[in-house]
């Protein structure tokens, strides 16, 4: 039986300073277990680097025209973009392979899935520390976040972003737009503004055909760390983002119970 | 003249030269043997070598051998359809003989009809060879016949040239425009005879011997020189992928398939 329709390519090519693309792809292929429901009917943009994290990257909204006919793409109207995009949709082990091989180091998902496009499934809070501070900063605003939306009920999923900030979470039903999860996410970013000035809230990435880095997405720094989900005790016991890398995510269980259980937004939400 | 390219590795044909009752069995070398660079497309990004499909215009499918057949196109996008067995039954039996019919002077052959040239070699009588090769040489005749190579067939003319046989097949003359059919041509005046005179003195000053040696092809020379260079420095090396990799690459997608299925059920 052939395990993969993908053929492999310039195998030992560097991509990540001493990782070459054949680690890249055993990377995906060992999280694919993991990481293929977070990608599951949801559009795909690639980020490629087919000269490494040095050399020059490029965002693929659009399937490429030398695409396989066995990847499932589909076409959306981009207001953003003000054209027709043919996206990926990100299903299967062959896909993600295929994009490994594409040296897609970063996989991007949008935050709702193709057969209700306009419907986010997912708020994200992306937690993003600017000026000066770091992690920790962004650990501390998780936390606080997290307790926020505990008090309203919602159960939230915390992941690194790879680099230093962290994004967290919430599974929704999809029963609404993409302006009230942006008003959502908007009023909370209110409320850390007051906890730390400098850790930013960026709220406008809950918008249609907008990406964030899928779980267990590698991230183009050095050391290749990768996107990594975790459990709340986890981040408050405290741990080192760098360490979460390509060599160390494989061998984890997936911290993320129940996220595919969508929650109600509006009934907690003011009240 | 110095003739230096390459001499061939293979023969192209193997059959025999009748004159008469007479067989003189040869193979047949190509003599011209034209200089020119092929490049390979290559992915500019990972330098592997692009492939083509044969993909259907319309459906834009890729279509595998058996499904394809041959179509003349009678009108644009109209086609007569032939299958491969019609076609093979009104080719030119491979004919394994050049038979002489007839000799003439070479001279006497236009050269406009000369397509190209091939070098006949004795295949295993050296004798018959010999025969036919000083017989020609001494007449100053040239034997016209017939060859069969890659199912076309072509007038041929075997005659002597620097101490071997070469075969010259030659052009038909249907396959070739007269100048006359140019209308740009139609109505060419003779010019004035003091014109001519002078034009004419102009020629004889600047007479010689041709000297073929002097012209070059400077385009194939520069990609030389340029290929050279790069090989000097750095080379496009196009990686096959590795197979220790590949194989343990197959060893974690045999887990990761096997957790996947299990995950279905």
Not at chain 1, 77 to 91: L, P
Not at chain 1, 243 to 253: M, S, V
Not at chain 2, 142 to 155: D, M, V, W
Not at chain 2, 199 to 225: H, K, N, P
């Given at each position: 039986?052939?395990?993969?329709?993908?053929?492999?390519?310039n195998?030992?090519?560097?991509?990540?300073?001493?990782?070459?693309?054949?680690?890249?792809?055993?990377?995906?292929?060992?999280?694919?277990?993991?990481?293929?429901?977070?990608?599951?009917?949801?559009?795909v943009?690639?980020?490629?680097?087919?000269d490494?994290?040095?050399?020059?990257?490029?965002?693929?909204?659009?399937?490429?025209?030398?695409?396989?006919s066995?990847?499932?793409?589909?076409?959306?109207?981009?207001?953003?973009?003000?054209?027709?995009?043919n996206y990926?949709v990100?299903d299967?082990?062959?896909t993600?392979?295929?994009?490994?091989?594409?040296a897609?180091?970063?996989?991007?998902?949008?935050?709702?899935?193709?057969?209700?496009?306009?419907?986010?499934?997912?708020?994200?809070?992306?937690?993003?520390?600017?000026?000066?501070?770091?992690f920790a900063?962004?650990?501390?605003?998780?936390?606080?976040?997290?307790?926020?939306l505990?008090?309203?009920?919602?159960?939230?999923?915390?992941k690194?972003?790879?680099?230093?900030g962290?994004?967290v979470?919430i599974?929704?039903v999809?029963?609404?737009?993409?302006?009230?999860?942006?008003?959502?996410?908007?009023?909370?970013?209110r409320?850390?503004?007051?906890?730390?000035?400098?850790?930013?809230?960026?709220?406008?990435?809950?918008?249609?055909?907008?990406?964030?880095?899928?779980?267990?997405?590698?991230?183009?720094?050095?050391?290749?760390?990768?996107?990594?989900?975790?459990a709340?005790?986890e981040?408050?016991?405290?741990?080192?983002?760098?360490?979460?890398?390509?060599?160390?995510?494989?061998e984890?269980?997936?911290?993320?119970?129940?996220?595919?259980?969508?929650?109600?937004?509006?009934?907690?939400?003011?009240? | 003249?110095e003739?230096s390219?390459?001499?061939?590795k293979r023969?192209?044909?193997?059959?025999?030269?009748?004159?008469?009752?007479v067989?003189?069995?040869v193979?047949?070398?190509p003599?011209?043997?034209?200089?020119?660079?092929?490049f390979?497309?290559l992915?500019?990004?990972?330098n592997?070598?692009?492939?083509?499909?044969?993909?259907?215009?319309?459906c834009?499918e890729?279509?595998?051998?058996?499904?394809?057949?041959?179509?003349?196109?009678?009108?644009?996008?109209?086609y007569v359809?032939f299958?491969?067995?019609?076609l093979?039954?009104?080719?030119?039996?491979?004919?394994?003989?050049?038979?002489?019919?007839?000799?003439?002077?070479?001279?006497?052959?236009?050269?406009?009809?000369?397509h190209?040239?091939?070098?006949?070699?004795?295949?295993?009588?050296?004798?018959?060879?010999?025969?036919?090769?000083?017989?020609l040489q001494?007449?100053?005749?040239?034997?016209?016949?017939?060859?069969?190579l890659?199912?076309?067939?072509?007038?041929?003319?075997v005659?002597?040239?620097?101490?071997?046989?070469?075969a010259?097949?030659l052009?038909?003359?249907?396959?070739?425009?007269s100048?006359?059919d140019?209308?740009?041509?139609?109505g060419?005046?003779?010019?004035?005879?003091e014109?001519?005179?002078?034009?004419?003195?102009?020629?004889?000053?600047?007479?010689?011997?041709?000297?073929?040696?002097?012209?070059?092809?400077?385009?194939?020379?520069?990609l030389?020189?340029?290929?050279?260079k790069?090989?000097?420095?750095?080379?496009?090396v196009?990686?096959?992928?590795?197979k220790?990799?590949?194989?343990?690459?197959?060893?974690?997608?045999?887990?990761?398939?096997?957790?996947l299925?299990?995950?279905q059920?």
């Amino acid at each position: 039986m052939e395990l993969t329709k993908v053929k492999f390519t310039n195998l030992s090519k560097e991509l990540f300073p001493g990782i070459t693309k054949a680690k890249v792809i055993e990377y995906y292929i060992k999280v694919a277990p993991k990481m293929l429901p977070y990608l599951r009917k949801r559009a795909v943009v690639m980020h490629r680097f087919p000269d490494g994290i040095a050399g020059k990257s490029f965002f693929e909204k659009d399937a490429p025209s030398h695409t396989p006919s066995w990847v499932k793409t589909f076409r959306r109207y981009s207001k953003h973009a003000k054209r027709y995009v043919n996206y990926i949709v990100g299903d299967d082990l062959d896909t993600l392979l295929w994009m490994a091989n594409l040296a897609s180091l970063e996989i991007n998902v949008t935050l709702s899935r193709m057969d209700d496009f306009e419907k986010p499934d997912i708020v994200l809070i992306d937690i993003d520390p600017a000026q000066g501070s770091g992690f920790a900063e962004a650990r501390e605003v998780a936390l606080f976040i997290n307790d926020r939306l505990r008090e309203l009920g919602l159960r939230s999923y915390v992941k690194t972003s790879g680099k230093r900030g962290l994004h967290v979470l919430i599974p929704i039903v999809r029963e609404y737009s993409f302006k009230d999860t942006r008003a959502f996410v908007r009023e909370l970013g209110r409320f850390v503004a007051k906890l730390r000035k400098e850790v930013k809230i960026d709220y406008a990435q809950n918008a249609v055909g907008k990406t964030m880095a899928a779980p267990y997405s590698l991230r183009p720094l050095e050391g290749a760390p990768v996107s990594t989900p975790l459990a709340w005790e986890e981040l408050e016991k405290g741990l080192s983002p760098a360490e979460l890398n390509i060599n160390t995510i494989p061998e984890r269980g997936d911290p993320w119970c129940g996220f595919f259980e969508p929650q109600r937004l509006e009934v907690r939400y003011g009240a | 003249m110095e003739l230096s390219a390459k001499p061939p590795k293979r023969a192209i044909w193997s059959g025999s030269i009748a004159v008469g009752l007479v067989n003189v069995p040869v193979k047949l070398y190509p003599m011209i043997r034209e200089k020119v660079f092929s490049f390979r497309m290559l992915h500019r990004r990972d330098n592997a070598p692009i492939k083509f499909k044969r993909v259907c215009s319309k459906c834009g499918e890729e279509v595998p051998l058996e499904e394809i057949v041959k179509g003349y196109e009678v009108r644009k996008g109209e086609y007569v359809v032939f299958e491969e067995e019609e076609l093979e039954a009104i080719k030119p039996a491979s004919s394994k003989k050049i038979a002489l019919e007839k000799f003439v002077d070479l001279a006497s052959v236009d050269p406009i009809y000369f397509h190209t040239s091939y070098i006949l070699t004795p295949d295993k009588s050296e004798e018959a060879y010999a025969l036919l090769l000083y017989t020609l040489q001494r007449t100053g005749k040239a034997g016209a016949g017939r060859l069969t190579l890659r199912s076309k067939e072509y007038p041929v003319l075997v005659h002597p040239y620097r101490g071997a046989l070469i075969a010259t097949t030659l052009h038909y003359p249907h396959e070739v425009v007269s100048p006359q059919d140019m209308e740009e041509l139609q109505g060419i005046k003779e010019p004035p005879e003091e014109e001519l005179e002078l034009a004419a003195t102009i020629v004889d000053a600047l007479s010689g011997e041709f000297d073929l040696a002097s012209y070059r092809d400077t385009y194939v020379e520069r990609l030389q020189e340029l290929i050279n260079k790069k090989l000097a420095g750095e080379v496009v090396v196009v990686e096959e992928a590795e197979k220790e990799e590949v194989k343990s690459l197959m060893e974690a997608l045999r887990k990761t398939v096997e957790e996947l299925k299990a995950k279905q059920e």
